[in-house]
Structures are given as C-alpha cells and as structure tokens.
C-alpha cells in the first residue's frame, strides 16, 4: 500500500473503469494519484511533471453512459476521479501494473 501521505485526504473509494479494467480507487484525488494507487512503482518511477506541463500523463474518457465517440482528452494530473469515469486511452508513458503492463 502507499504511503498515505501522497495522497489527499479520502474515505472511499470510488470505481472506475481502466481500459476494461474496473478498479477502486480514492475519491477526492487527481486520477495520476489513482494511477499511482494502483501502481506505485511505475507511476514513481515515470517521467511525469505533475504539474500540467509535460503532457505525458494524457489520458482520453468518457462518462458512464456514453460511447467512445464522447472521449475527451484530459491531464490525469490536473482531472479529479470521479465514479463511473471510463477510460479508454492512456498516454504511452502511462503504464499500470495488472493493466497495460
Ligand atoms: S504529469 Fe506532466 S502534465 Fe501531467
């Protein structure tokens, strides 16, 4: 488990939907931390600025409800999770242990 102190203070998780992946994740926190939840070594270790600056932590989504054809483009490091949030494309740099690695 990481440690909590990265993370913004939560007290459930919410479910989200990763390349097909449903997964569990703290409410309240920007998606790149969920993606570090879920994968603590990658995200670490990547080649992320987590402040809006690099791109490299792009992903595409759509609500629950809607198609592909909904996807819009966001920086996980800037976008709050939400429940029911589906996403169907992650940057190359993003990889998820279990996921897309
Ligand atoms: S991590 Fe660089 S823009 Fe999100």
Avoid at 15 to 39: A, K, M
Avoid at 46 to 60: L, Y
Avoid at 64 to 79: F, H, I, M
Wanted: proline letters at 3%.
């Amino acid at each position: 488990m990481m440690d909590s102190d990265l993370l913004d203070p939560y007290e459930e998780l919410v479910s989200i939907e990763i390349l097909g992946h449903r997964v569990e994740v703290p409410e309240n926190n920007r998606l790149l931390r969920c993606f570090q939840f879920l994968s603590m070594r990658t995200i670490s270790y990547g080649d992320f600025c987590w402040n809006g600056d690099c791109t490299n932590c792009q992903i595409w989504y759509h609500r629950e409800g809607q198609t592909e054809g909904d996807d819009k483009p966001a920086l996980s490091c800037r976008t709050n999770v939400s429940e029911g949030m589906v996403i169907t494309r992650l940057s190359r740099f993003v990889e998820l242990e279990g996921i897309n690695k």
